[in-house]
């Protein structure tokens, strides 16, 4: 069983930067890949965003983010991270971390077995 908390969204206007954490526990984090996924509201479905490999060396994104988005992980600290920069009004969703996935499958929902609840972030104009 793992139990994944989100953290870091906020308010800020557009062309500011946050860095959203994912605390995982129970299993060590390093055995599994992790994503990131966001939803801008509620009943449309989730965008993947992107993913990155158990040991970090390996990741993955969805072009709307590539370049201003970053995925990275500390293992040490059953931790991965998204920093984004260069945020646009687009970027407003609920940002959900998961993990226990396939990173060859990770822009899939359904490779991964857990999910966190989500932060928010809102990006004003």
């Known amino acids: 069983q793992v139990q994944l908390v989100e953290s870091g969204g906020g308010l800020v206007q557009a062309g500011g930067s946050l860095r959203l954490s994912c605390a995982a526990s129970g299993r060590t984090s390093s055995s599994y890949a992790m994503g990131w996924f966001r939803q801008a509201a509620p009943g449309k479905g989730r965008e993947f965003v992107a993913?990155?490999?158990?040991?970090?060396?390996?990741?993955y994104y969805a072009d709307s983010v590539k370049g201003r988005f970053t995925i990275s992980r500390d293992n040490a600290k059953n931790t991965v991270y998204l920093q984004v920069n260069t945020l646009i009004p687009e970027d407003t969703a609920v940002y959900y971390c998961?993990?226990?996935?396939?990173?060859?499958?990770?822009?899939?929902?359904?490779?991964?077995?857990?999910w966190g609840q989500g932060t928010q972030v809102t990006v004003s104009s």
């Open positions: 998961a993990a226990d996935g396939s990173f060859f499958l990770g822009a899939e929902e359904r490779t991964y077995r857990y």
């Open positions: 993913v990155i490999s158990r040991s970090g060396a390996g990741t």
